[in-house]
């Protein structure tokens, strides 16, 4: 390295014009597939669900079904349209997904998870909104173990003094 390159300071008064970098917010760009989907991974227990997002009409399908016959409850349907209005964007995405394990509580929310992230990939400023609402998190509580000794995982066998 050559002299004339380092710059050395006198005093602590040749500092005032020299301004601080700002910090820059991490820049996030839309990914997608060939086909113009954005796809994202879902978990929520057991269960795994892959969530593909496309413009449309703002149809549902769950394996194949309509969400409607898939998650017959209106809580489960509820829980899935729950990033979609947070996010002000109903009826504009047609959402397919397939999803594995669990029951439907764990399936729902694993798919509502799964459409958060693949609405963040396909709209990249709708991060702020989502990540408010809690959607991108992943719910970490699952089943806790049996351990040995227990008849469930905290339950103890009956006692009988007898």
Not at 4 to 16: A, S
Not at 56 to 73: E, L, P, Q
């Amino acid at each position: 390295m050559a002299d004339e390159d380092v710059k050395t300071l006198e005093d602590l008064g040749e500092l005032t014009g020299i301004e601080p970098e700002a910090p820059s917010t991490p820049v996030y760009e839309q990914k997608l597939d060939a086909q113009g989907r954005a796809y994202a991974p879902g978990k929520r227990k057991d269960a795994i669900a892959r969530v593909w997002i496309k413009p449309g009409a703002g149809r549902i399908t769950v394996n194949g079904k309509d969400h409607d016959k898939y998650f017959a409850r209106p809580v489960l349907q509820m829980i899935l349209k729950q990033p979609l209005s947070a996010a002000e964007r109903n009826d504009q995405y047609d959402i397919s997904c397939t999803v594995t394990g669990g029951g439907l509580s764990g399936q729902a929310g694993a798919v509502r998870h799964g459409i958060s992230k693949a609405l963040t990939h396909y709209e990249p400023e709708l991060r702020g909104a989502l990540k408010k609402g809690g959607f991108l998190t992943r719910d970490a509580r699952v089943v806790e173990r049996k351990k040995y000794g227990k008849r469930k995982a905290r339950r103890s066998f009956q006692f009988s003094k007898r």
